[in-house]
Every structure is written in structure tokens, then in C-alpha cells.
């Protein structure tokens, strides 16, 4: 590891002050790093202009080997960066027509139809504007992105352009014999949602008959020679499959394929049909839990030098807006998939030429979407903002903005167990 290279703070990197001592925090990847106030204030003040050789060379000789030690530390944890970070992934809904309806989909995908919003000539000129920032990868999405007539069309316009990752996510209800091998030849990743593990819990949600459907395509892709690793089948935990992600694991188990399961968000047609989805047991666990926590963590009595303790935490680690953006199928840009809400709209990519220049360095009109998502980040409660731990109690940002306010019980149970990890024993 050089340090003789010009290094910048992380653009995921937050800070938490607390008497003599700082907390920096990789809200991106969910690293944290303890230092003294006067050791991060030094480094803050003169890492723009000096390289981490360079401030070690003027530190007097007894503080050197303690800040080469920090230096290899926030490298390592990212909180300094010496590479152009944005764009890891980005979602494009080429389309929101879908074969199905299911209960909780958060896009509120439309009907059969229903017709298209974009053509394939303006899907190019999103696509080639997306390749000009080099995301590392990419997602065709819906809606059923397979739905779409040029489906293979635009496939393969990324693909000849595209040396990254090409993910399609899907029903998996289309592919079938005759399509199957052009899916295995363009995408590297296949993410079918299933959302139950055997036919009463998918159908349900999903609605009748699909579940055997989606898992002869997920054999089908296995038979053709797409590698199982490279397949993903996700379920939301919703009140049909509550307390049985063991049945779901092993179902992706007897597969081979990887298990993703996802929470429940109340957001399009979840919203509509939160009361019957949502699962009633969470809110008591949730109150629970932290006070689990802490009374475990007290009869443990965690110190620093206690490395095999039980209690495990990490920051926050989530890129909406910064690493990860969605494109819906007007075009319209958005934070994450969670945040496609009017307002949080960044812009749209039919109208700027310049994604990078538009979202990353704020240059030309700076949005009210834009604002509000840089809000939530921040926090919308005022003591929310103002919270030394807060980077450890809001996983998802995106989640949390949709959720109830929780009681100010709840909040200082979470807070007093955070404040003991995060401050007395990190």
C-alpha cells in the first residue's frame, strides 16, 4: 500500500464527534474507525493538499508509527479513497407493464395493456449515457423487462458496449426454451423473485400456478449450463411467510441457488396492501430487541480487548443516490429502487447529457428531489440529525423513510445499547 499517492475523504464518509474522540464512519460499506479528536483534525485539515507520506514525514517522531497505523486503517476501511468513487450499480426499468400483479410490488407495475412510455431509440440514448460513467454494473428491471419486444435488442446493445456485470432481474415467467440460451450468452446474474416456498405461500402473493413456473426456469437456466451461483431467488418476508425463511432456505438449498431474502417496504401496492402484508410480530420484536441487546450487553461487560464477544455491529451501509441510482421507465432518475418517489427525483436521463457532472458533482440545476434525499441522509428528525450513533441505528435509509415514527421509548432503548457499543466498547 503506497501512501505517496494523493488520497480524499470517502464521499460515504461520516463523522461522529464525542468529547475527545471521533468515530469515521464508511456509510457506504459499513466500516468504522476509532480515533482521537486531535488525530482526525489534523488529518482532516491537511489531507487535500498532502499525502498520507507526506503528513507522517512532519509528525514528530513519536506520533509517526501511530499515524501510518491510522492511515493503513482508513484506507483499509475506505474512509480514504484514492479512486473516482460512484455508479457501482445502476438500475434501469426499461419498462412498467408486468405479466403479473403481485400484492406488494413496490413499482406498482401496470398491466399487459398498458403501452410502453420510451422507445428502443430513446432506451439507447439512456443506455449510452449510462455506459459514459462506467458503472460497474447494471440491472434490466420492470415491470418484466422481458415483456418488452426489444427486450433482446437493448440486451445486446449494452452488451457489446458493456465490459461489466449485466444483471437481469425477473418473474422468470418468459424464459423458456427458445430465449434461454440468449439470456445465458448476455447477462452474468439472474435475480428471479419468488416470494414463497411452495405454491400456497407464492401464490398468495404472486398468484396461482407461478411458483412451479419459476422453478423450471431456474432449472431450465441450471440444465443450459448458466452457473447456479450466478442465480438468485429472493423472497419478502411478508404476514404469508413470517418465521419460515428456513423453508425458503432450503428451498434455494435443494436448488443450488442463492437464498436473498428482503424485507417487506410498504411502498406502491405494499402500501395498498400493508395491513394484510405486513407481519404484526415485527414491531413487538423490534421493541424488544434492543432491549435484549442491552441487557446482554451489560452481563457480558464488552470491553475493547474483548474481541470474542457475541454483540456484533456495523454502521450503516447503504449507496442510494451516491453508488446506486434507478432509472424508471420515464427516464426519471432516482436514489435507489426504494426511493422512486417523486420527491426524491434527481432528474431525468433523456434531459441530461451528463449523469456524473448532474448528480455527483452538483453541477446545473441542483434538484428538490436532490435536496430531500441529501435531508434524509441527514436525518429528518431534528434529533435524529443531531444523534452520535445515528450511522448505527438507520440501516437503510430508503426503509427507514417509510416506516412510523418510532415512540420515544423505543428510541432510547435503541440509543442507550448503541451508545454503549458504539462509544464505551468499539
Known sequence: MSFKQMFKMSIFTDVLKRGDTVIACNTGCGTHLKMPVECWETIEQ????????QICDAACEEDRDYYEQIFKLMVEKRILVSDREWLETVDIAITNRCNLQCKHCAASAGTLSEKEILSTTQWKVIIDRVLAVEPKMIVLTGGEPMIREDFFELTEYIRKRFTGKLDLMTNSLLINHDNVDRIIRNYDHISVSIDGYDEETCAAIRGKGVFDRVINAVNLLIERGFDKNAISLSMVET????????RFRELCDSLGVKCVPRLFSAVGRGEENRDGLMPKQLEQEDNDKWERLLNRAEEEEIQQEAPNSQVTFQCRSCTAGR??????????????Q???EQEFLLGNALICEDLYSMIVENQGIRTKGLHNYEQLLKGT???????DVEPFCKYCVGVESYMQERSNSECKRKKDFLTKIVWGMV
Open 46 to 53: 491537511y489531507i487535500t493538499a498532502y499525502t498520507p507520506a
Open 239 to 246: 404476514a404469508v411467510t413470517y418465521g419460515k425463511m428456513d
Open 323 to 336: 453508488g446506486i441510482i434507478s432509472i424508471d421507465s420515464n427516464g426519471n432518475i432516482y436514489p435507489c
Open 338 to 340: 426504494v426511493l422512486m
Open 381 to 387: 428528525d431534528p434529533q435524529c440529525a443531531e444523534c
